[in-house]
Antibody, heavy 117, light 106 residues
Framework: EVQLVESGGGLVKPGGSLRLSCVVS????????MNWVRQAPGKGLEWVSS????????YYADSVKGRFTISRDNAKNSLYLQMNSLRAEDTAVYYC??????????WGQGTMVTVSS | AIQLTQSPSSLSASVGDRVTITCRAS??????LAWYQQKPGKPPKLLIY???SLESGVPSRFSGSGSGTDFTLTISSLQPEDFATYYC?????????FGPGTKVDI
């Protein structure tokens, strides 16, 4: 069974940092591009970042560029999102998502990040 | 960035109705468009990719069409489990963008 399991969310103060992790199983992680997508409470979906299967490309949304860093460890079947200088507007559920032929075909259940003093 | 607009933003429908949701891109994106369904408290679920290809396991009452700037998601006969919010998404270029969503309720 294909699974994506996120962890690392929580409550953090403005200006603080968090590192999200996503452990995958049930498919060959090293052959897929991966993404982070977030959804603020009661709002729509926002793409955050993408990383290719071999790290040959990495992209960020303007709203997080310079503050967030996406990375992966293919040996550990894991995807990461290092989030620094967090702001209240970063409060959201963060989803780890698999990319397959121009579609996000598998989603994790999400991890909640709350930025508040 | 390519902007996506969806219409309507919400609609009320009954079981058995034919429902059509439109997604318009601010510039041509060929067929690099996907549709997702999301229910409260759940992650989105892929329905349609490449504008008109049905994802495996998705009921055939869902269909997608369009290319360039105008796209449509159609539910041929609405079922109780289809009440949800639907999003379009473009993959033509980074940043990847989503439409604002269309809420389908009773």
């Amino acid at each position: 069974e294909v699974q994506l399991v996120e962890s690392g969310g929580g409550l953090v103060k403005p200006g603080g940092s968090l590192r999200l992790s996503c452990v995958v199983s049930g498919f060959t992680f090293s052959t897929y591009s991966m993404n982070w997508v977030r959804q603020a409470p009661g709002k729509g979906l926002e793409w955050v970042s993408s990383i290719s299967h071999s790290n040959s490309y990495i992209y960020y949304a303007d709203s997080v560029k310079g503050r967030f860093t996406i990375s992966r460890d293919n040996a550990k079947n894991s995807l990461y999102l290092q989030m620094n200088s967090l702001r209240a507007e970063d409060t959201a559920v963060y989803y780890c998502v698999r990319d397959h032929s121009f579609a996000f075909d598998v989603w994790g259940q999400g991890t909640m990040v709350t930025v508040s003093s | 960035a390519i902007q996506l607009t969806q219409s309507p933003s919400s609609l009320s429908a009954s079981v058995g109705d034919r429902v059509t949701i439109t997604c318009r891109a601010s510039q041509g994106i060929s067929t690099t468009l996907a549709w997702y369904q999301q229910k409260p408290g759940k992650p989105p679920k892929l329905l349609i990719y490449d504008a008109s290809s049905l994802e495996s396991g998705v009921p055939s009452r869902f269909s997608g069409s369009g290319s360039g700037t105008d796209f449509t998601l159609t539910i041929s006969s609405l079922q109780p489990e289809d009440f949800a919010t639907y999003y379009c998404q473009q993959f033509n270029s980074f940043p990847i963008t989503f439409g604002p969503g269309t809420k389908v309720d009773i």
